[in-house]
T-cell receptor
Framework: DSGVTQTPKHLITATGQRVTLRCSPR?????VYWYQQSLDQGLQFLIQ???????AKGNILERFSAQQFPDLHSELNLSSLELGDSALYFC????????????FGPGTRLTVT | AQSVAQPEDQVNVAEGNPLTVKCTYS??????LFWYVQYPNRGLQFLLK??????LVKGSYGFEAEFNKSQTSFHLKKPSALVSDSALYFC??????????FGAGTRLTVKP
């Protein structure tokens, strides 16, 4: 158990809808990262927050947004969902950035029908 | 921009034999290199990392990796493979200014 929790585990929704994925980092970790894993794209970095502030942005679509709250938990919002958004979404946390390893949550499997 | 390559999609070894999973990287600064393992329907688990110092890094479950600066490689190794090592392995790289970049993954299958 990495200490990173994600809810929900599974999510099935229809095209055009909006969903929110939630992540609680390991105790004491200030950085939260979001990743998308799909069969054809592999593991893609979406966005990083550090102590409540956005620190780095990867291949995140404009339909997606995220935030980190004062208690350090984070939410990833996905809107106007398309079939191609079906994937595993992972949250990871680390004590900082640079040399620190990341600890991954179990993921949320999103299926868009 | 940093990048990482795992040249083999699949590696097959017999139980008890040594295994190697290859990784090469490209970064502009000094590299921070990581290996992660992913079992089915699970998140990635951290195995080991190289930051600085000894080129041979030891990690979890008997795995080790060798940093080779001249060849820009960071291959994952284990002297004696177990069936339970069968999983998807990811190499990752970053430098002090960049975010983590993961390779495409290598599926390791260890046959009894």
């Amino acid at each position: 158990d990495s200490g990173v929790t994600q809810t929900p585990k599974h999510l099935i929704t229809a095209t055009g809808q909006r969903v929110t994925l939630r992540c609680s980092p390991r105790s004491g970790d200030l950085s939260v990262y979001w990743y998308q894993q799909s069969l054809d794209q592999g593991l893609q970095f979406l966005i990083q927050y550090y102590n409540g502030e956005e620190r780095a942005k990867g291949n995140i679509l404009e339909r997606f947004s995220a935030q980190q709250f004062p208690d350090l938990h984070s939410e990833l919002n996905l809107s106007s969902l398309e079939l191609g958004d079906s994937a595993l979404y992972f949250c990871a946390s680390s004590a900082g950035h640079g040399a620190y390893e990341q600890y991954f949550g179990p993921g949320t499997r999103l299926t868009v029908t | 921009a940093q990048s990482v390559a795992q040249p083999e999609d699949q590696v097959n070894v017999a139980e008890g034999n040594p295994l190697t999973v290859k990784c090469t990287y490209s970064v502009s600064g000094n590299p921070y290199l990581f290996w992660y393992v992913q079992y089915p329907n699970r998140g990635l688990q951290f195995l080991l990392k190289y930051i600085t110092g000894d080129n041979l890094v030891k990690g979890s479950y008997g795995f080790e990796a060798e940093f080779n600066k001249s060849q820009t490689s960071f291959h994952l190794k284990k002297p004696s493979a177990l069936v339970s090592d069968s999983a998807l392995y990811f190499c990752a790289v970053r430098d002090i200014r960049s975010d983590m970049r993961f390779g495409a993954g290598t599926r390791l299958t260890v046959k009894p």
